[in-house]
T-cell receptor, first 115, second 118 residues
Framework: AQTVTQSQPEMSVQEAETVTLSCTYD???????LFWYKQPPSRQMILVIR??????QNATENRFSVNFQKAAKSFSLKISDSQLGDAAMYFC????????????FGGGTRVLVKP | GAVVSQHPSWVICKSGTSVKIECRSL??????MFWYRQFPKQSLMLMAT?????????EQGVEKDKFLINHASLTLSTLTVTSAHPEDSSFYIC??????????????FGPGTRLTVL
């Protein structure tokens, strides 16, 4: 079984500043992927970034980067140079090969961006 | 990028009636689609996996007779909420798995359907 935990219900960040969202996961599988999804007020789920568990290098997508600590089962998301459009719910998720692509989501973190 | 649509985007119905929600992959064929339910200010909860040409696989605790899923073609899956009651009011989201060459295939999400049962 997989579990994904996001301990921060809400985070606030000043525009142009940096915010880091925490995520921990638990799985006994060795072949798994981790994701961060963004859900803006429109409620359309948008893939932000993904990380292969077998890769040691942290994934980066423009202003979004992750800190993947495999031993600690930690997968945090850093948003740099925050913009007003980054305001949204962010969900951490995992999938294992044995689960056939089924995603397990964390509880979510709401990000507020102050102008 | 790949596009997944849902119809309707919102629906209001009377208690006891049935409601059908469609999920379509517009520019790719999806052998597998997933249906999620999201309550206000909560996360997505997987309800079932919809497989083209076979029966859906339901998650534990989800009533399969209540939430009927049909994956009629490689681009269409439908979720029918039968005999809807106010407690079925929720936001329903589908995703479609775009087949690739390696695990995991990318999932593309629909925009969701808000169901309100009076």
């Amino acid at each position: 079984a997989q579990t994904v935990t996001q301990s921060q219900p809400e985070m606030s960040v000043q525009e142009a500043e940096t915010v880091t969202l925490s995520c921990t996961y638990d799985t006994s599988e060795s072949d798994y992927y981790l994701f961060w999804y963004k859900q803006p007020p429109s409620r359309q789920m948008i893939l932000v970034i993904r990380q292969e568990a077998y890769k040691q290098q942290n994934a980066t997508e423009n202003r979004f980067s992750v800190n993947f600590q495999k031993a600690a089962k930690s997968f945090s998301l850093k948003i740099s140079d925050s913009q007003l459009g980054d305001a949204a719910m962010y969900f951490c998720a995992s999938t294992i090969k044995a689960a056939g692509n089924k995603l397990t989501f964390g509880g979510g973190t709401r990000v507020l961006v102050k102008p | 990028g790949a596009v997944v649509s849902q119809h309707p985007s919102w629906v209001i119905c009377k208690s006891g009636t049935s409601v059908k929600i469609e999920c379509r992959s517009l520019d790719f064929q999806a052998t597998t689609m997933f249906w999620y339910r999201q309550f206000p200010k909560q996360s997505l909860m997987l309800m079932a996996t919809s497989n083209e040409g076979s029966k859906a696989t339901y998650e534990q605790g989800v009533e399969k007779d209540k939430f009927l899923i049909n994956h009629a073609s490689l681009t269409l899956s439908t979720l029918t909420v039968t005999s809807a009651h106010p407690e079925d009011s929720s936001f329903y989201i589908c995703s479609a798995r775009r087949p690739g060459t390696s695990f995991p295939d990318t999932q593309y999400f629909g925009p969701g359907t808000r169901l309100t049962v009076l």
